[in-house]
């Protein structure tokens, strides 16, 4: 019932930024968080950064100060703003949503689809 549409992707030098959005749709009650996760080859999925429908974030330490999350409820939109990429950003990026698809019912994690981001040397 929630689908997640991800954009912004894409190849960039070190050094360079790109911005992430994800827009979640469908038919759902409430969204309680969205965040960021990501995968390289080989690795485990690790969190990026998450935002609460309150504004309350986290980041992974190796990503503080250089990306920054940001959420719009009324579109039900969550961004991320990666400056100062490095080589070890390469991963494929995953949008996340933490919803109650209709009311009296708990809460389930939606993914997006995944998006490529490659940083070249």
């Known amino acids: 019932q929630v689908q997640l549409v991800e954009s912004g992707g894409g190849l960039v030098q070190a050094g360079g930024s790109l911005r992430l959005s994800c827009t979640a749709s469908?038919?759902?009650?409430?969204?309680?968080?969205m965040g960021w996760y990501r995968q390289a080859p080989g690795k485990q999925r690790e969190l990026v950064a998450t935002v609460t429908s309150g504004g309350s974030t986290n980041y992974a330490d190796s990503v503080k100060g250089r990306f920054t999350i940001s959420r719009d409820n009324a579109k039900n939109t969550v961004s991320l703003q990666m400056n100062s990429l490095k080589p070890e950003d390469t991963a494929v990026y995953y949008c996340n949503c933490r919803a109650r698809p209709k009311a009296w019912v708990r809460e389930y994690e939606y993914w997006g689809q995944g998006t490529q981001v490659t940083v070249s040397s």
């Open positions: 469908g038919t759902f009650f409430s969204i309680s968080a």
